[in-house]
T-cell receptor, first 113, second 114 residues
Framework: DAKTTQPNSMESNEEEPVHLPCNHS???????IHWYRQLPSQGPEYVIH???SNVNNRMASLAIAEDRKSSTLILHRATLRDAAVYYC??????????????FGQGTELSVKP | GAGVSQSPRYKVAKRGQDVALRCDPI?????LFWYQQALGQGPEFLTY????????KSGLPSDRFFAERPEGSVSTLKIQRTQQEDSAVYLC????????????FGPGTRLTVT
């Protein structure tokens, strides 16, 4: 599976936007970009995913570079409840049985009041 | 509605004991995954079921680990002769169909081997 690179940690102030970067220079044409987050003492939860176009949902936005070698998860207004580890994951849904997730180290986001 | 549940939430085992960890996926979900998460690390894939068929067990670390899903719903992960390095959080996830983009995770079972 293609690898992703994320900063180990980031800090944000409450009610400000947060941009979480992810590099995936070896992405293949059938890899979808998925983001999950894991709040303390909980299992991971799905945030958003995309292939080529930018995506928006109620939780976040995903901006994908034109060459698809990088992407950015955008939280428009960080709250204290957004403090979590954010994982950027490449997933070949077509080529891989079932679509198992290969997690990296993720980015630990802390939010200051 | 009910999400994925796991039991027990916490388990302490003496080295050499056998343990069984249970996962109740969301009703009707076809795909079920087990992951292992060591302290401070991201989750690592263990095994995958499509209904009752175990289609991928490439992540199981040794033959002491065994998983089953006999009726295509509840799944059990069994670890025989536990070792200290088995201490981790074991996460279960389910998804509605093969290749669904979203996996729904349970809260995990924290296993401590003493």
């Amino acid at each position: 599976d293609a690898k992703t690179t994320q900063p180990n940690s980031m800090e944000s102030n409450e009610e400000e936007p947060v941009h979480l970067p992810c590099n995936h220079s070896t992405i293949s044409g059938t890899d979808y970009i998925h983001w999950y987050r894991q709040l303390p003492s909980q299992g991971p939860e799905y945030v958003i995913h995309g292939l080529t176009s930018n995506v928006n949902n109620r939780m976040a936005s995903l901006a994908i570079a034109e060459d698809r070698k990088s992407s950015t998860l955008i939280l428009h207004r960080a709250t204290l409840r957004d403090a979590a580890v954010y994982y950027c994951i490449l997933r070949d849904v077509e080529g891989d049985q079932g679509g198992k997730l290969i997690f990296g180290q993720g980015t630990e986001l802390s939010v200051k009041p | 509605g009910a999400g994925v549940s796991q039991s027990p939430r916490y388990k302490v085992a003496k080295r050499g004991q056998d343990v069984a960890l249970r996962c109740d996926p969301i009703s009707g979900h076809v795909s079920l995954f087990w992951y292992q998460q060591a302290l401070g690390q991201g989750p690592e894939f263990l095994t995958y079921f499509q209904n009752e068929a175990q289609l991928d067990k490439s992540g199981l670390p040794s033959d002491r680990f065994f998983a089953e899903r006999p009726e295509g719903s509840v799944s059990t992960l069994k670890i025989q002769r536990t070792q200290q390095e088995d201490s981790a959080v074991y996460l279960c996830a389910s998804s509605p169909s093969v290749g669904s983009y979203e996996q729904y995770f349970g809260p995990g079972t924290r296993l401590t081997v003493t």
